[in-house]
C-alpha cells in the first residue's frame, strides 16, 4: 500500500482518473489486508473504497480482469462546492441530501431515539430542524407512535419543506440562542444534529438552558456532531476546520467530551456512537435502557 497509494495519487493528480487490477478481494474473504494469495496480496473492498476517500475520488464500478483479479477504476471528484456553501433553503444543494441514506446515520440515530424513549403522546423539541426529513427516523424507531414535535430553524424555505413533509408538527422560525423560552413548555426528547459547532452558538449555555428549562425529568437528549463532509455527491470521513486540508478531528473531540462531561455531571448516563456523524445520547442516570435498540 505504501508504493500503491503515492502513484494512485500522482495519476489522478495528472489525469483525473487511473485505472488498475488487483486480486479480487472476493475471493480473500476472512484473509487481512496484506495476506499472501495466489493472485498477489489481499485487499478488502473496505480498502479501497477508503482508499477512494482518501483520495478524494470515486470508485467506478469494477470489471473482471481474468482469473482472479479486476480492473478498478478511481476518478476524480469534480472541483464543485459543497452542498451548504450555497446555505440551507429548501432550493439549495442542501435540499439534496438526506442523511438517512447513510446506514450508519440511520442505525446509530434510530438506536439513540430508543434509549431515550419518549413515551406515547411524548413532545419532542427539533433544533435546526431544516426540512425535518431526520424526523422520519421517529417514526422508525416508534412505530405507531403518536408523538407531538416542534421544530425550530432559521429558513423560512426550510421550515416550509418541513411543515409539508410532517403536516403534524409545529415548525417556528426562531433563533435558538434565544432559548430557553418558556412558552415551549417542557420536552422528553431534544434533537440537536448537526447544530452545536454552529459559529453562534456557545455549546454549553444552550445545553444548560435545554436542561433546566426545556427538558422533563425524564427526558433525554440526542446531540449530533459531523464528522464528514460532502463532495461530488460523496459522504467523505473526517471533520475539517478551516484552511485544513486534511481532516482534523480536534474540535470534535474537545465539543464531544465537553458536552459528555457536563451532562454525566448533571446526572445523565451519556452514550457516544457513529462513525460520519457522532451521535451523544443522554438519558437520566436511573432510567433503564430500553431493549430492542436496532433498526
Known amino acids: 500500500m505504501s ?10 493528480a ?15 474473504l476472512g484473509l487481512y489486508a496484506g495476506e499472501v494469495t495466489p493472485q498477489g496480496l489481499h485487499r478488502s473492498w473496505q480498502t479501497w473504497t477508503d482508499l477512494a476517500d482518501l483520495l478524494g475520488a470515486h470508485l467506478l464500478t469494477p470489471e473482471r480482469a481474468g482469473e482472479g483479479r479486476v480492473r478498478l477504476r478511481l476518478r476524480a471528484w469534480a472541483d464543485a462546492p459543497e452542498p451548504d456553501a450555497g446555505g440551507y433553503g429548501a432550493g439549495g444543494d442542501w435540499a439534496r441530501v438526506d442523511k438517512l441514506e447513510d446506514p450508519v446515520f440511520l442505525f446509530t440515530l434510530v438506536e439513540a431515539l430508543r434509549r431515550v424513549a419518549p413515551p406515547a403522546g411524548g413532545r419532542v423539541l427539533a433544533l435546526g430542524v431544516n426540512r425535518g426529513r431526520e424526523l422520519d427516523a421517529l417514526e422508525l424507531a416508534f412505530p405507531g407512535r403518536a408523538l407531538e414535535v416542534v421544530g ?15 403536516p403534524g408538527g409545529t415548525f417556528l422560525e426562531l433563533d435558538v440562542t434565544t432559548l430557553p423560552r418558556p412558552e415551549l413548555g417542557q420536552f422528553d426528547l431534544i434533537l440537536a444534529l448537526s447544530l452545536l459547532q454552529s459559529p453562534s452558538i456557545r455549546q454549553d449555555v444552550l445545553l444548560a438552558a435545554l436542561r433546566r428549562q426545556h427538558l422533563t425529568p425524564r427526558g433525554g437528549l440526542v446531540l449530533g ?9 460523496s459522504l467523505s470521513y473526517g471533520a475539517r476546520l478551516r484552511n485544513f486540508a486534511r481532516p482534523d478531528l480536534s474540535l470534535l473531540a ?40 436496532e433498526l
Open 3 to 12: 508504493v500503491i497509494l503515492p502513484a494512485l495519487r500522482m495519476a489522478l
Open 225 to 233: 456532531y459531523p464528522n464528514a463532509r460532502y463532495r461530488d455527491g
Open 254 to 293: 474537545a465539543d464531544v467530551t465537553e458536552a459528555r462531561r457536563g451532562l454525566q455531571k448533571a446526572g445523565f448516563k451519556v452514550f457516544v456512537t457513529g462513525k460520519y456523524e457522532v451521535l451523544v445520547t443522554a438519558i437520566p442516570a436511573g432510567a433503564r435502557t430500553p431493549g430492542g435498540l
Open 14 to 28: 495528472g489525469a483525473g482518473e487511473v485505472t488498475f487490477t488487483v486480486p479480487d478481494p472476493d475471493l480473500g
Open 152 to 166: 425550530l430553524d432559521l429558513d423560512a424555505s426550510a421550515l416550509a419543506a418541513a411543515r409539508g413533509r410532517h
